[in-house]
């Protein structure tokens, strides 16, 4: 439904107040991940709502995780946010979550090396938690190196709203 000229829309969408939020925390150090998890913090959060699952995204690249942050969240989801395995690694320690989204190329730490040494904890929750693959790879090669590595799923990036509902019909039990 398109607005009559005269009407006038001063009240930001659901999504452009997040959207600024979100590219606040990032005007000092766009890649930082202490500005990203500030600026996440709290957002889409309604306190009436039931306890939701979390998810935990590991993604190096800054606009593919604000994208992927800001689609879980409308979907309704918890999510916290890293740029790498070795930062994915220490997350799963401090917190459980229902699922990771793991990107497959970071620096420091990629996302087949962080699946193996999360593959290996001691806690059998976190050792078992979901890692679906997040790749901008060849299909059968990559697949087949994720799924070796530990992963449960694979998905070519970019993903779609409606992909990312599928991951979280398919591995989040609600």
């Given at each position: 439904m398109v607005p009559?000229?005269?009407?006038?829309?001063?009240?930001?969408?659901?999504?452009?107040?997040?959207?600024?939020n979100i590219f606040s925390g990032f005007a000092s150090d766009p890649g930082s991940t202490e500005a990203m998890a500030i600026a996440i913090d709290g957002?889409?959060?309604?306190?009436?709502?039931?306890?939701?699952?979390t998810v935990l995204i590991a993604e190096d690249m800054p606009v593919m995780r604000y994208v992927l942050v800001l689609s879980l969240q409308e979907m309704g989801v918890d999510v916290h946010a890293v740029e790498n395995g070795e930062e994915a690694i220490v997350a799963l320690l401090k917190h459980q979550y229902a699922l990771i989204l793991m990107d497959c190329q970071m620096p420091k730490m990629d996302g087949l090396e962080a699946t193996r040494a999360i593959r290996k904890l001691s806690s059998e929750a976190k050792r078992n938690t979901p890692i679906v693959a997040l790749t901008c790879g060849a299909p059968g090669q990559d697949r087949r190196h994720c799924i070796e590595a530990g992963m449960n799923d694979y998905f070519i990036k970019p993903v779609s709203t409606d992909q990312l509902q599928e991951i979280l019909d398919n591995w989040i039990s609600r």
């Open positions: 009559d000229k005269g009407q006038q829309h001063n009240s930001p969408s659901h999504f452009e107040e997040n959207a600024a957002i889409g959060k309604d306190e009436t709502q039931a306890q939701k699952a």
